[in-house]
């Protein structure tokens, strides 16, 4: 009875430790390639007023440095129910209540997302390039 309970318990760990492990390398591919866009975009030139429905926004180093510090923890793996970075199903679900809307779901918090999603530095044009960022907009790094 005993040796089973410890079997089951390690099996049961074992299957834990893979899903968190499978969380951080996700985590970490995204901010690897966070890190090599900033590096690759220092000669792009920067288009002005960035928009979560307009075809194409600019997102800062510093803007996106804040979506690492901030939203990648549960945009990168859907947690508490998120919609993960690039699923365009989830976003377009989002999208359609209108730009007002999502932001003030932002500023507010929905759900399990916190008032500001955690980054209490951040500003409503920072937000809406977050925002084309994770929907997948074209979107232009300037630092």
Known sequence: MTQEFIRHLIAF????????MRKKIRLAKIV??????????SNRESLEGPSVVGEEATM?????GKWNRSCALCHVNGEAGAPIIGDTKSWSERLC???DALIKSVVEGLKSMPPLGYCMACEIDDFKSMISFMVGKNLRISN
Do not use: N, W, Y
């Open 13 to 20: 760990l074992e299957i834990r430790l893979q899903q968190v």
């Open 32 to 41: 690897i390639c966070s890190i090599i866009l900033l590096d690759c975009s």
């Open 60 to 64: 800062s180093t510093e803007v996106l």
């Open 97 to 99: 209540k209108g730009e």
